[in-house]
Nanobody, 126 residues
Framework: QWQLVESGGGLVQPGGSLRLSCTVSGLEFDYYAIGWFRQAPGKAHEGVSCLTVNGGLSINYANSVKGRFTISRDRDKTTVSLQMDSLEPEDTGVYYC??????????????????WGQGTQVTVSS
């Protein structure tokens, strides 16, 4: 059975950093994408970043995090990380990783992703 597990969330001050990890298992796809999404209290899911696995390299970032966040995966493709620097209070929310079978460029639309983890809380506050 497939499973996506997020880790690395926590409480940080504005300007601080966190590194989130998404461990993926059980996806029987040759080509798929992993996306990071977040949900602030009372708001809809927002796409943060995504990358493709096994296909041609495709990376995408929301405008709100460009220059501050970096997505990457390890060589054995079991873990996708999101390095978050220069964190702002507006970055606060529950962060989810999600997967979708995909051959082309990845998207930041939550509705395109079929497999979701349980989320990890990120709080940026002074």
């Amino acid at each position: 059975q497939w499973q996506l597990v997020e880790s690395g969330g926590g409480l940080v001050q504005p300007g601080g950093s966190l590194r989130l990890s998404c461990t993926v298992s059980g996806l029987e796809f040759d080509y798929y994408a992993i996306g990071w999404f977040r949900q602030a209290p009372g708001k809809a899911h927002e796409g943060v970043s995504c990358l493709t696995v096994n296909g041609g390299l495709s990376i995408n970032y929301a405008n709100s995090v460009k220059g501050r966040f970096t997505i990457s995966r390890d060589r054995d493709k079991t873990t996708v990380s999101l390095q978050m620097d220069s964190l702002e209070p507006e970055d606060t929310g529950v962060y989810y990783c999600a997967a979708v079978r995909l051959f082309g460029p990845c998207t930041l639309s939550p509705s395109h992703y079929a497999y979701w983890g349980q989320g990890t809380q990120v709080t940026v506050s002074s």
